[in-house]
C-alpha cells in the first residue's frame, strides 16, 4: 500500500483540498493481488487503488467513456504480415498506463485508507486518471495518441489502435490493446528506439520477443 501511495504521489495523481458544497466525492477502494513467476512461485504482492467509477454521475463527473482497442482483424493480418517477412515482433507493457491520463472533468475523491497526506473532511482531487473512472481508459487512450503521433506514426482511419512510421527504408507497425503494445518492422535499431522512447514517456515492461 506504501509503495503504490507513493508512486500516485510522485506521478501527483491528486491534490489534497477541502471539499466544495456543490461537489460529492467519490469512493476508492483497495485491490490486492499476488503475482507469480513462470514457475508458479510468488513473484510479488501487489496493491493497487482503484476509484468507484460507479459513483460517477454523468455530464458530472464524466462526459465521455469510450475508448478503441485494436480490432482482432487488425493483430491477425499484422501476425500474418510478420510471419510472411520474417520480422521480430516485440511485446511491451506500460506500467500504471491509466495514471498518465489527464482529466479533464473535476472530480473529487474520498482520501484513500493509509494515506497521510491529508485529514477528513478534506478529499482528493484528481489531477490524472486512475483505475475504475469511467473516463480513464479514454484518457489513457488520448494520451498515448497524442504522444505516439508525436513521434511521427501515422494513425490508421480503419482502426484507431494501429500506427504505422515510415522513414526512408524504415516501415514500423505498431498496435495498442489498452496498455499492450505489439510492434514489428523492418529495421531492428528503429524499433529499439522507438521502445527507448515510450519508456522515456511512461515506463514500460519489455516483454520481448513474441
Not at 466525492?25 to 460507479?54: H, T
Not at 491529508?118 to 473516463?135: D, I, M
Not at 506514426?153 to 490493446?177: A, E, N, P, R
Amino acid at each position: 500500500m506504501h509503495k503504490e501511495l507513493s508512486a500516485l504521489e510522485a506521478n501527483d495523481t491528486w491534490e489534497v483540498v477541502d471539499l466544495s458544497p456543490n461537489h460529492k466525492p467519490i469512493g476508492c477502494k483497495w485491490v490486492f493481488r499476488l503475482k507469480y513467476k513462470q514457475d508458479g512461485s510468488i513473484d510479488k504482492y501487489k496493491a493497487r487503488l482503484g476509484a468507484k467509477g460507479f459513483n460517477q454521475i454523468e455530464d458530472v463527473d464524466y462526459f465521455d467513456s469510450f475508448s478503441p482497442v485494436a480490432k482482432t482483424v487488425t493483430v491477425r493480418i499484422i501476425l500474418a504480415y510478420v510471419a510472411a517477412n520474417r520480422w521480430a515482433l516485440h511485446q511491451l507493457d506500460i506500467n500504471n498506463a491509466y495514471l498518465h491520463g489527464y482529466l479533464d472533468e473535476d472530480i473529487y475523491m474520498q482520501i484513500p485508507e493509509g494515506y497521510t497526506g491529508g485529514q477528513k473532511p478534506q478529499v482528493c482531487k484528481l489531477k490524472r486518471s486512475l483505475n475504475g473512472l469511467k473516463q480513464a481508459g479514454r484518457q489513457w487512450n488520448t494520451k498515448f495518441t497524442n504522444t505516439i503521433v508525436g513521434y511521427r506514426f501515422v494513425q490508421s482511419y480503419h482502426d484507431h489502435c494501429l500506427f504505422t512510421l515510415t522513414k526512408g527504408m524504415c516501415f514500423l507497425i505498431l498496435v495498442v490493446y489498452v496498455d499492450d503494445i505489439l510492434l514489428t518492422g523492418n529495421m531492428e535499431d528503429e524499433m529499439i528506439k522507438v521502445k527507448v522512447f515510450l519508456h522515456e514517456k511512461f515506463t514500460i515492461k519489455d516483454l520481448g520477443l513474441t
